[in-house]
């Protein structure tokens, strides 16, 4: 397998077992609930997550399909062009990380089904599953012209696109260590 995708692979891997971690933390009963009216709770949080991912592994499972109807060269070395950096040093994590500064979710990533913590859960780890089957089917390729514009980060290509996944969640694994607290402070 490229370094690359071992390295998207093991960072995705890190994120979802802290997020994991996370959620065991908080008791079962406090997952449905909000800290506070302009809150999210522990479920919305999984909620956000999953929508995120889900959108993201459809693009990356339309943009390898159409690298590879058009036949798009496989990368070499770092495959990457991130300064010598690895796909996830090229994100700046301490942007993603600061939980001081409050980041507006787009309304498509807004969580709306009320769905409790368990079923959020198993909606992301489902969006997980397709996005690793669509890490693992673009093995080897280079990152292609697909390019987002993220607010905070700026152009990102593919490959970073799916290393934001990993770093978002991290995000939220702290937001959700924050619910925990302050719940468990409010009992």
Request: glycine share 6%.
């Amino acid at each position: 397998m490229h370094p690359t995708t071992v390295e998207l692979l093991e960072h995705l891997d890190a994120n979802r077992a802290a997020l994991r971690e996370a959620l065991e933390r908080v008791p079962p009963p406090l997952r449905e609930r909000r800290p506070a009216a302009d809150c999210w709770s522990v479920a919305e949080v999984l909620e956000h997550l999953s929508l995120v991912e889900e959108r993201l592994a459809q693009v990356v499972v339309s943009q390898t399909a159409a690298a590879k109807a058009a036949s798009a060269p496989s990368v070499e070395g770092d495959g990457g062009g991130w300064g010598g950096r690895s796909v996830v040093q090229s994100l700046d994590a301490a942007v993603i990380l600061d939980r001081s500064r409050r980041v507006a979710a787009t309304e498509a990533s807004w969580p709306r089904s009320g769905a409790d913590a368990s079923a959020a859960w198993e909606r992301l780890e489902s969006a997980r599953r397709r996005l690793r089957e669509a890490v693992i089917a673009r093995d080897g390729m280079a990152p292609g012209e697909f390019r987002f514009q993220s607010p905070a980060l700026g152009p990102l290509d593919l490959n970073q696109c799916i290393a934001f996944v990993g770093s978002h969640e991290a995000r939220h694994t702290a937001q959700i260590l924050e619910i925990g607290e302050r719940l468990a402070g409010s009992a």
